[in-house]
């Protein structure tokens, strides 16, 4: 059942001027009633929350400053625009031609019939809403165009998650915005894109501290809960906040489940807090259309990417490691570092150095190196996050482009992937033999690259110093 709207009307003027059971014909009809005298000073401004949904003025008699007054208050800004009636006690006819010259919606003269003045403002309130959902709807309707124009430039798909969550909880001043990445019957969801925190993109969460995210794909319907406090969906969820002591702020949430090729995908995820505006209808409305639009847009990008695998899948991969191969490697960076540049992101180029790698074909064979190379590449492969990149960048040398990533980023994933080789037993090299690794790390942006190329002429420089003067091993760009 649609909430009833409580409408805010302001009286504005002279309370001897309002005739007798004003306020409690407007109180008794459901309206929200504020009164304040006019000329309205900036202290005596409507309350919170928002401007007033109709003005009633009211005034004594036709007075030379009637017109005046009325324009002031037609196009004052604090007001928005609200519709206003004059009522006027004492001047009949001239007076309310003057006000209605000066820009009144309506303006009647004593004695007022109270069905008539309530016939009025309903009509006056009539149009007033129909003018703020046709300027709404072209409001969307131009965000919708922007938010497509942006999703048809993404270059993958989580970039178009990206674009969805950041354009959409920005429009609507949200809290929280995701897209998370589920299906029926799972326990477990990734989250690849959040609004408030963009360096997000791979991030396994457990679906029951999130039952609407499990009702919206088990019903593949909208789930929209007004009060997370109060609605039973809530009930198991808000025992453990209990039980554990979590203080949680969340007011609404909103889960849209997102259908790619006709199945519950995931779902698109918001949430505001405790004092965030409430969302209306005609937003989830809104979020939901962009987001089954967005869903369209991601499945035509992964029949091309399918087609373009199938069509030149011998010429983006390394046969022996199965990573990327040079020439992916060079799209790959041209692509990031465009995205980079047009959103204001961050990435980190790392070239790893597999080291001694000749003295083991020199002492077990090419065959036995061959194999210690494609156990370091299929590694790197198990190590990196969804949105990461990796290839071989030639010989015993591999590249690997983070997203999001910053100098320290980098550094930190040589130092993980060295752990993971200390632990790891190459079976032609024995248990106590493991390969070393030298690494140059150049993050953008950074002073010294304005080209794509110009990082790998920054990374291939660290990687000389990590091998030649670095304690660690580990060169980063820009840094002695």
């Given at each position: ?361 020199e002492r077990l064979g090419q065959q036995a190196g061959d194999r210690v190379l494609a156990e370091v590449g299929a590694m790197m492969q198990r190590e990196i996050r969804a949105p990461d990149f990796v290839a071989r960048y ?59 190329e110009d990082l790998f002429t920054q990374v291939e420089a660290a990687l000389k110093h990590a091998k030649t003067g670095a304690p660690d091993r580990i060169g980063v760009a820009g840094e002695t």
């Amino acid at each position: 059942m649609p909430e009833q709207i409580q409408f805010r009307i302001l009286l504005v003027g002279d309370p001897a001027a309002r005739p007798d059971g004003l306020e409690r014909l407007l109180v008794r009809g459901g309206f929200q009633v504020t009164e304040v005298p006019y000329p309205v000073s900036g202290s005596q401004r409507p309350p919170e929350p928002g401007a007033p949904d109709l003005l009633i003025f009211t005034v004594g008699a036709r007075e030379a400053g009637l017109p005046d007054a009325v324009r002031d208050l037609a196009t004052a800004p604090r007001f928005s625009g609200a519709p206003l009636i004059v009522l006027v006690a004492e001047g009949a006819a001239d007076a309310v031609a003057d006000a209605l010259q000066a820009g009144a919606q309506d303006a009647m003269a004593s004695p007022v019939h109270f069905g008539e003045l309530r016939a009025r403002i309903d009509a006056d309130l009539r149009v007033r809403q129909e003018l703020l959902e046709a300027r709404d709807a072209l409001r969307a309707r131009d965000l919708l165009f922007d938010i497509f124009q942006e999703v048809s430039a993404a270059l993958r798909g989580d970039e178009i998650f990206q674009t969805l969550v950041r354009r959409v909880g920005h429009a609507f001043g949200l809290t929280h915005c995701s897209f998370v990445l589920t299906t029926p019957g799972e326990d477990k969801g990734r989250v690849v894109a959040v609004y408030e925190n963009p360096a997000i993109r791979d991030l396994r969460v457990e679906l029951d501290r999130y039952p609407e995210i499990q009702e919206a794909i088990r019903t593949e319907r909208p789930v929209i809960i007004h009060d997370v406090h109060e609605h039973p969906l809530f009930d198991a969820i808000r025992r453990r906040w209990v039980q554990q002591d979590i203080e949680v702020n969340v007011q609404s949430a909103v889960a849209l489940p997102v259908f790619v090729q006709g199945r519950a995908a995931g779902v698109f995820f918001l949430r505001t807090v405790q004092g965030d505006a409430r969302l209306r209808p005609q937003d989830v409305t809104f979020a939901n259309t962009i987001a089954q639009a967005a869903a369209r847009v991601l499945e035509n990008e992964e029949r091309r990417a399918a087609i373009y695998r199938r069509q030149s899948n011998a010429g983006v991969t390394d046969v022996l490691t199965g990573c990327a191969s040079l020439d992916a490697l060079d799209r790959r960076l041209r692509d990031e570092f465009e995205r980079a540049r047009r959103y204001s992101l961050r990435f980190a180029v790392v070239v790893i150095d597999v080291d001694r790698l000749r003295e083991i074909n020199e002492r077990l064979g090419q065959q036995a190196g061959d194999r210690v190379l494609a156990e370091v590449g299929a590694m790197m492969q198990r190590e990196i996050r969804a949105p990461d990149f990796v290839a071989r960048y030639g010989g015993d040398e591999f590249a690997l482009i983070l997203p999001e990533t910053d100098a320290g980023g980098g550094r930190q994933f040589v130092e993980r992937l060295r752990q993971l080789l200390a632990r790891h037993t190459f079976p032609d090299l024995g248990p106590d033999t493991v390969p070393g690794l030298s690494a140059g790390v150049v993050a953008f942006p950074h002073s010294q690259v304005l080209r794509p190329e110009d990082l790998f002429t920054q990374v291939e420089a660290a990687l000389k110093h990590a091998k030649t003067g670095a304690p660690d091993r580990i060169g980063v760009a820009g840094e002695t």
